[in-house]
């Protein structure tokens, strides 16, 4: 999960990329995707490439914090895995609902009318060094 990778991942032939640790976290220090994203947006904006953040969505302000560090989309996993086996197709569609207002919510909190109003000036590190973003 670094722009190295990504860079290289797109020499060779890659469309876009997906930044996710593919479950790293279980391991003691290992890097978040989130945290990983400003690194691999910087390395590879001249490209063009769509970067697709997978990892830790669980509410519409952790889009919102996807967005503003340059994903062009996220990866939604275990909220759709649990809205399934909730309530089936009906439980999937309303946990998007239910996404897409909380987007829209934290976007009206920040003050954007719109996604290209979405940039790195809404999120800030956390106060005392940790690795978690927090909208500011």
């Known amino acids: ?10 020499d060779a032939g890659a469309d876009g990329i997906m930044v996710s ?21 910087e390395a590879v904006k001249s490209r063009g ?4 953040l997978d990892g ?15 994903a ?4 939604v996993g275990k909220p759709v895995f649990f809205s399934l086996a909730l309530d089936g197709e009906e439980g999937v569609v309303r946990m998007f ?10 976007m009206a909190l920040c ?4 996604i290209a109003s979405i940039g790195p000036q809404l999120v800030t590190n956390h106060p ?7 909208v500011r």
């Open 21 to 41: 640790n593919h479950g790293g976290r279980q391991l003691d220090g290992a890097l978040s995707a989130i945290d990983a994203l400003p690194e691999i947006v």
């Open 111 to 114: 003050g954007c009318e719109n």
């Open 56 to 70: 830790g969505i669980r509410r519409g302000s952790d889009v919102l914090k996807a967005l503003s560090l340059g």
């Open 49 to 52: 490439a769509p970067i697709l």
């Open 128 to 134: 005392f060094g940790g690795p978690s973003r927090y």
């Open 1 to 10: 999960m670094t722009g190295e990778d990504a860079m290289a991942a797109l």
């Open 72 to 75: 062009t989309a996220v990866g």
């Open 97 to 106: 609902r239910i996404l897409i207002k909380e987007l829209k919510a934290a």
